[in-house]
């Protein structure tokens, strides 16, 4: 129990020596953001670039990146996210046969439970499948999806699910422009 918090020391530690910021989980978006992403892992790169396009756009968008994985710190968890949250989408680079949803939703999900937080939306999908990498109109597909009066739970993007049929559909069209 104690691990998250001597974790955190650490990070901090780290921080200061490299200048860069190191936490648990670290949010990146508009302080004041209606629609997250929560995942962790490489994806994170290309949600940065889609949320810079959107919050250019006017859109209240962020994003939750896992820095630290079981133990699954709520406390940590809960103050990453901005109290204007209305839905979450989580991203797991796995897909469990069976199960209710993949590890990292079920986690989050059991931590807004515990904490008895309700959000509009809370949905889990999957990414980077067959070592796909993952374009920016799938992240924004993601977001999209948020948006729908009936989000699709259990989603993936990347690749064409031609078995469960849960692919988002993508704008081959949308491109971010990065200024680099």
């Known amino acids: 129990e104690a691990v998250p918090e001597i974790v955190a020391e650490y990070m901090k530690e780290i921080s200061k020596e490299t200048g860069r910021d190191y ?10 953001a209606t629609d997250v992403i929560v995942s962790m892992g490489s994806v994170n790169e290309c949600i940065k670039e ?4 959107k919050l250019k756009q006017g859109e209240k968008v962020g ?3 896992v820095h630290l994985y079981r133990p699954f710190s709520k406390k940590y968890f809960m103050a990453a996210m901005p109290k204007t949250v209305k839905r979450i989408a989580v991203l797991d680079r796995t897909k469990e046969a069976g199960a209710t ?3 990292l939703y079920l986690d989050v999900v059991a931590a807004l439970f515990k904490e008895n937080k309700h959000y509009d939306v809370v949905v889990g999908g999957r990414y980077g499948l067959s070592s ?7 992240i924004k597909a993601v977001y999209d999806n948020l948006k729908k009066k009936k989000p699709l739970n259990g989603f993936t993007i990347g690749i064409e699910d031609d078995v469960t049929h849960l692919s988002l559909p993508v704008n081959p069209k949308f491109q971010v422009k990065t200024d680099y």
């Open 23 to 32: 936490a648990p989980f670290s949010y990146y978006g508009d302080p004041e």
């Open 50 to 53: 889609v949320i810079d396009y």
């Open 63 to 65: 994003a939750i990146n």
């Open 101 to 103: 949803g993949e590890p």
């Open 132 to 138: 796909k990498d993952t374009q920016p109109n799938q």
